[in-house]
């Protein structure tokens, strides 16, 4: 990485780490405190936010019902019950629980501010007009980062929890669903539906690179498609609507990806000597 000191010199192997070590630091603050705010706050996410997708009234499962009474389509789709109860077995659980759901939380917070950091340390490796972009970066990145977040809330993790809570074995098994688990499902859904939704951005950076084109995703193109339908297939019940209301998303944003990849491949090489 092409960075220098204040005073002009180039910057050794070791000053990199140290903005680096500084980098990690300044985001770990920020996601701290993000955390202490959406621990002062944990009695509203937890009952509002976390566990609302597991009440028939969440309004997911209300939209979906309004669309099958309207068009007529199959009533499972109006839900009157999710049949579990959430248990916590520990001791500490509740509070460790508690504990770690904030850091979560302030690391979606603290989500822009982790990529303004990112941005500083690449800042001055770019060239002038790149630098222009930091606000769009930010913003687009970021944006992007919401919308999967909120994908995965309000879509992935309700279908999921309508569609394993109803799965049943026998009748003998009850579904007493540790709290750890119940958790763990809400955070790897949103966490990752966030990170899903930057393949925009994951692409823009691997074709500036000459790492992939556009004609190579356009070849692997099919591949992705069935890729993306085994995901939509995994994560939704068995239904169509379902696993096309998870896919469609996906498909524009692999064509968003491809159309950002076309974008700089076209993009004309600027000499370093007029960057």
């Given at each position: 990485?092409?960075?220098n000191k204040?005073d002009?010199?180039e910057m050794?192997?070791?000053?990199?780490?140290e903005?680096l070590?500084?980098?990690?630091v300044?985001?770990t603050?920020?996601?701290?405190?993000?955390?202490?705010?959406a621990?002062?706050f944990?009695k509203?996410?937890?009952e509002?936010?976390i566990?609302a997708?597991?009440?028939?009234?969440?309004l997911?499962?209300?939209?979906?019902?309004?669309?099958a009474?309207k068009?007529?389509l199959?009533?499972s789709?109006?839900?009157t019950?999710i049949?579990?109860?959430?248990?916590?077995?520990?001791?500490?659980?509740?509070?460790?629980?508690?504990?770690?759901?904030?850091?979560t939380?302030?690391?979606?917070l603290a989500f822009?501010?982790?990529l303004w950091?990112?941005?500083?340390f690449i800042?001055?490796a770019?060239?002038d007009?790149?630098?222009?972009?930091a606000?769009?970066?930010?913003l687009?990145t970021?944006?992007?980062?919401?919308l999967?977040?909120?994908f995965?809330?309000?879509?992935?993790?309700p279908?999921?929890?309508?569609?394993?809570?109803?799965?049943?074995?026998?009748?003998?098994?009850?579904?007493?669903?540790d709290?750890?688990s119940?958790?763990?499902?809400?955070?790897?859904?949103?966490?990752?539906?966030?990170?899903?939704?930057e393949m925009?951005?994951?692409?823009?950076?691997?074709?500036?690179l000459?790492?992939?084109?556009?004609?190579?995703?356009?070849?692997?193109?099919?591949?992705a498609y069935?890729?993306?339908?085994?995901?939509?297939?995994?994560?939704?019940?068995?239904?169509?609507v379902?696993?096309?209301?998870?896919?469609?998303p996906?498909?524009?944003?692999f064509e968003?990806?491809i159309?950002?990849?076309?974008?700089?491949?076209?993009?004309?090489?600027i000499?370093?000597?007029n960057?």
């Amino acid at each position: 990485m092409a960075k220098n000191k204040k005073d002009g010199s180039e910057m050794s192997f070791m000053d990199h780490l140290e903005e680096l070590r500084w980098l990690l630091v300044r985001s770990t603050i920020a996601i701290l405190i993000g955390g202490c705010v959406a621990f002062t706050f944990s009695k509203f996410i937890f009952e509002e936010i976390i566990f609302a997708p597991q009440k028939s009234s969440f309004l997911t499962y209300r939209i979906f019902c309004e669309l099958a009474n309207k068009y007529d389509l199959d009533k499972s789709f109006c839900i009157t019950e999710i049949p579990f109860k959430i248990q916590s077995r520990t001791m500490d659980g509740q509070f460790s629980t508690d504990i770690w759901t904030s850091i979560t939380a302030g690391l979606i917070l603290a989500f822009p501010f982790i990529l303004w950091e990112f941005w500083k340390f690449i800042r001055p490796a770019l060239y002038d007009n790149e630098k222009k972009n930091a606000i769009a970066f930010i913003l687009s990145t970021s944006l992007l980062f919401f919308l999967g977040v909120l994908f995965g809330y309000y879509l992935i993790m309700p279908l999921s929890i309508n569609f394993l809570a109803n799965y049943q074995i026998s009748e003998v098994v009850e579904n007493n669903i540790d709290l750890d688990s119940y958790l763990s499902l809400v955070k790897t859904t949103v966490i990752s539906c966030g990170l899903v939704f930057e393949m925009p951005i994951i692409i823009f950076f691997l074709a500036k690179l000459g790492i992939v084109s556009a004609s190579f995703l356009r070849t692997y193109r099919r591949y992705a498609y069935v890729i993306i339908l085994i995901v939509a297939a995994v994560v939704t019940p068995p239904d169509v609507v379902s696993q096309m209301t998870v896919t469609i998303p996906l498909i524009i944003l692999f064509e968003a990806s491809i159309l950002i990849a076309a974008r700089m491949n076209k993009t004309p090489k600027i000499d370093e000597t007029n960057g």
